[in-house]
């Protein structure tokens, strides 16, 4: 049952059949990549947050509080660039292939999804 915002699972297979499958290899690539950099940081970030979308149009949701961020507690900004600076850089770079690996199997399909959804977690421990 669609939830209003993503398009049926059958518009959502065609899509990654046809689009979502190679689409996503070059999305995170150049994700990854931007990452590397300070200036193409801010993009790469955003990118991996719509990696997702990229691989099957699944829209993600997101707890909004009354003043319309994100509603959950977030860890302090320098220690997550700390963390992005030591850990969250490579590890995402291993989590990423690991899920596209995942995904091109099709079975993996739902594994590689919940990985996706992880991934800025994973990169700069932001929570959704």
């Known amino acids: 049952m ?10 959502r297979a065609v899509w990654f059949v046809f689009i979502g499958s190679w689409l996503s290899g070059v999305w995170l ?15 790469g970030l955003k990118m991996i947050n719509k990696v997702p ?23 302090s900004l320098p220690i997550r660039a700390v963390y992005f600076v ?25 594994l590689a999804i919940g990985m996706y959804s992880k991934l800025p977690a994973i990169v700069s421990l932001y929570r959704y």
């Open 29 to 43: 690539s150049l994700a990854w990549f931007l990452n590397l950099t300070i200036i193409g940081t801010p993009l």
């Open 86 to 110: 030591f850990v969250g850089w490579w590890v995402s770079g291993l989590w990423m292939a690991v899920a596209w690996i995942v995904s091109v199997t099709i079975i993996g399909l739902p």
């Open 53 to 75: 979308w990229i691989v099957s149009l699944k829209s993600r949701t997101m707890e909004v509080g009354g003043d319309g961020t994100n509603s959950k507690e977030q860890v």
């Open 2 to 11: 669609s939830d209003g915002s993503s398009p049926s699972v059958i518009v």
